[in-house]
């Protein structure tokens, strides 16, 4: 008995330990983890991002998701972080989110210790910032946009707070080499050669992440920092999309759904890249392709019929996969510093000669429109999207399965707005004399109308000009000419646009914004309301680990891991360094409060820190304004739908081919009769569906319209059309399971008293071998 003891011990200490995810330290924290989507209409609407007002969203090639941690101290302070599959925070959202958090759960969360992101995809719904530059080329305010954003952020967060439950942080960091450049380069260069020289390269290259284990069910998320714009989309997308990041997303929640945490890809999900799903839950049934044909056959494609908003819920395949007995895993791949960063990392090339770019202006023989970045995947941007998602992906998972080192001691915090518009800044002179400065009131210079070779802008406009030229001068003081105490605050930006001293409708620009640090342990996050540089984060992240390390406190050493949260809270565009500033390529011309705007953040940010290891509390500062009961609205509504006499809503209208057979990595398409996407966002559901035949007659979902593979393309005749047409389109992966499939679109049609009613139809079977 004593022998049987002694080895059934060990053998037990071992199944704990794998029981536990080889992670055996005691938690420290409260963690709760919530995800709610967030996609917003899927027509009509202008994009945010390019200011292309040509590029009008028309489909959806896969769903955003707001994604929120919550870390408390049992007994005492707590923060929440929202990273979101959207352009950038806004303000307005954010005072509206925490209008009603207050209402829920009265100061528990408040703007000092909540902190909204985004990951800054340019392929989501605009119209949902209160600010008039950045509602331009949606035509205003568009209300379904900013009511998506401010619903699923609420969502998110009540569902990461009622899942509080002790549990364990645990941070890692590595480079990830092959996922960004740097755009601005000539810029770049300008900063000190001694300064550049401490760095390896002209972008940063690490990822941070941060593990979150739940004491009972082990791992339940990760979120990560890294930067990267969401740029691998163009300018000419339309369907809505999270690019890169929310890709990568996408990815890593797939990964862990099949492989149990464990961190192990199948060979099959090696090849691909992708995360295999539906293989493993769907059995190969059949390998008789004659009787899979004949199976096929006998499903033809159904009449549309009325549904249930529901029924497009009910069928989501996360729904159907998701383990109801424990938590979900949520992963978000947040911004950081990616404001010269580019994820078109073979370069920027001249779409007529083939020939690299002009390297300070970034043109083609003096035009910039012809100036285009390429992604990886280059000609294909769904390809390069997948490409650097994957990259960010693989990394995290490496990140993750090998994260040890657990984050302990306080949850703090501290906030404040700050008048950016004419702030006293203290810079250092040489000989070690200080001298004050000041910012100035918002200002675009001519560059920012050039755009980037992420996406190129328009006209006569170079990135590099700090001149200007007399014409658009002409136009720009049409609108508002800038004061010549304005001009010489912002030198040597040429004033395009003085948006900080426009007012009417009302205000143009933003001028008070949050400067925000939260601590978790020996991790803090600095949120920045905008885009900063490489070398501008070094600065800053620099200047506040200074803080951390050398004031006296005994709580921070040389291992504090210090990120920047880029686009958090509201948007103010880009922050450079003074010397990039100087060479006017699009970032500096497009950094609002003039040269001395990153020393006024890094001034500010010293304060938070300094308040932060000292227990001081600091004050509120002046309130940002709430726009919502100006704004004004020029997208027109939905009147109705309608189809052709005897057709139904949901129809087919091109059907696969008569006993069609497909392979792994073909095309399926199919088009319905379909009704406007703006009637409902079937938020939490889905408009397209892939539906696999399991036995002989029940359908299974194998993949929707928040699925890389599957894509739902809208359209109509022409724009005061009351008939549109779906497309769907399941580009069939290489894992997919071979059997019987059909392709079905969830819709809702507005009826010419208002109504609207759900309807669904589906295409006819065909294989898959």
């Not at 002209?202 to 082990?218: A, R, S």
């Amino acid at each position: 008995m004593r022998l049987i003891k002694v080895i059934w011990f060990p053998i037990l200490i071992l199944l704990l330990l794998e029981n536990g995810k080889g992670i055996t330290s005691a938690s420290n924290y409260l963690i709760g983890l919530g995800s709610y989507d967030i996609t917003g209409p899927a027509a009509d609407v202008n994009m945010m991002g390019y200011a292309n007002m040509e590029q009008i969203a028309s489909g959806v090639h896969f769903r955003l998701r707001a994604r929120t941690f919550i870390v408390a101290e049992p007994n005492g302070n707590r923060v929440v972080f929202v990273n979101l599959d959207a352009c950038m925070a806004s303000q307005l959202v954010t005072i509206k989110v925490l209008k009603r958090l207050k209402a829920r759960y009265g100061n528990l969360y408040t703007e000092k210790n909540v902190a909204i992101s985004g990951i800054h995809t340019h392929a989501g719904p605009g119209g949902y910032l209160q600010y008039v530059v950045y509602i331009v080329t949606s035509l205003g305010f568009v209300r379904q946009s900013f009511d998506v954003l401010v619903d699923g952020i609420e969502q998110s967060i009540i569902q990461a707070h009622n899942s509080l439950q002790p549990g364990s942080i645990y941070v890692n960091k590595g480079e990830l080499l092959d996922a960004g450049v740097n755009r601005s380069p000539s810029a770049h260069l300008n900063n000190p050669a001694e300064e550049r020289s401490k760095y390896k390269y002209d972008v940063d290259k690490d990822m941070t992440l941060l593990k979150f284990v739940d004491d009972e069910w082990g791992p339940v998320g990760s979120f990560n920092w890294f930067a990267t714009h969401g740029t691998s989309m163009s300018r000419t997308n339309s369907l809505i999309s999270g690019d890169n990041k929310g890709a990568a997303a996408r990815f890593m929640e797939d990964w862990f759904d099949q492989d149990s945490g464990e961190g192990i890809f199948s060979d099959e999900s090696k090849a691909s890249g992708i995360p295999r799903r539906i293989s493993n839950i769907i059995p190969f049934f059949r390998n008789n392709h004659h009787e899979l044909r004949e199976l096929a056959a006998s499903f033809q494609s159904s009449s549309g019929k009325s549904a249930t908003r529901f029924l497009s819920i009910a069928k989501r395949v996360r729904s159907s996969l998701r383990r109801a007995d424990r938590p979900r895993f949520i992963s978000a791949f947040c911004q950081a510093n990616c404001g010269d960063v580019s994820p078109n990392v073979l370069g920027a090339f001249c779409i007529d000669t083939g020939l690299p770019c002009d390297f300070n202006h970034s043109t083609c023989e003096g035009k910039n429109e012809l100036c285009y970045g390429r992604g990886p995947g280059y000609p294909d941007e769904f390809e390069s999207t997948r490409i650097i998602g994957e990259r960010q992906f693989k990394k995290a998972v490496e990140l993750f399965n090998n994260a040890s080192e657990q984050l302990e001691g306080k949850v703090d915090y501290r906030h404040t707005y700050v008048d950016f518009s004419e702030l006293q800044v203290t810079i250092p002179k040489q000989g070690g004399d200080t001298e004050i400065v000041k910012t100035c009131p918002a200002a675009m210079g001519f560059a920012f109308a050039a755009g980037t070779t992420d996406g190129p802008g328009a006209f006569d406009f170079k990135q590099g000009d700090d001149k200007g030229n007399a014409f658009w001068r002409l136009v720009r003081n049409l609108l508002k000419k800038p004061k010549q105490g304005q001009v010489d605050c912002q030198h040597p930006k040429p004033i395009l646009l003085d948006t900080g001293e426009m007012k009417v409708p009302y205000d143009w620009t933003p001028s008070i914004l949050p400067v925000q640090i939260l601590r978790i342990g020996q991790l803090v996050i600095l949120s920045v309301p905008g885009e900063f540089t490489t070398m501008a984060g070094r600065r800053l992240r620099d200047a506040v680990r200074t803080v951390l390390t050398s004031g006296g406190s005994k709580e921070f050493d040389e291992n504090v891991h210090v990120v920047i949260a880029g686009l958090t809270n509201t948007y103010s565009q880009y922050i450079t360094t003074f010397e990039e500033y100087q060479i006017q390529r699009y970032e500096g011309a497009s950094t609002l409060y003039g040269p001395h705007t990153l020393s006024a953040y890094i001034q500010e940010f010293k304060k938070l820190a300094a308040a932060l290891i000292s227990g001081l509390s600091v004050q509120s500062g002046p309130q940002p304004p709430d726009l919502l009961g100006k704004q004004i609205s020029l997208l027109t509504p939905v009147v109705m739908d309608a189809t052709p006499l005897g057709v139904k809503f949901g129809d087919v209208s091109k059907d696969v081919p008569k006993n069609s057979t497909f392979t792994r990595g073909e095309n399926v398409t199919v088009a319905f009769w379909s009704a406007c996407p703006r009637n409902d966002l079937m938020t939490e559901g889905t408009f397209a569906l892939v539906e696999i035949l399991q036995g002989e007659d029940r359908w299974v979902p194998a993949y929707d319209d928040d699925d890389f593979c599957l894509r739902f393309i809208w359209s109509r005749p022409s724009k005061l059309s009351t008939r549109s047409h779906a497309t769907i389109e399941w580009i069939i992966p290489e894992n997919a399971a071979s059997g019987v499939y059909r392709i079905r679109h969830f819709g809702a049609a507005k009826h010419l008293l208002g109504s609207i009613k759900h309807f669904t139809g589906s295409s006819s079977a065909f294989v898959v071998a």
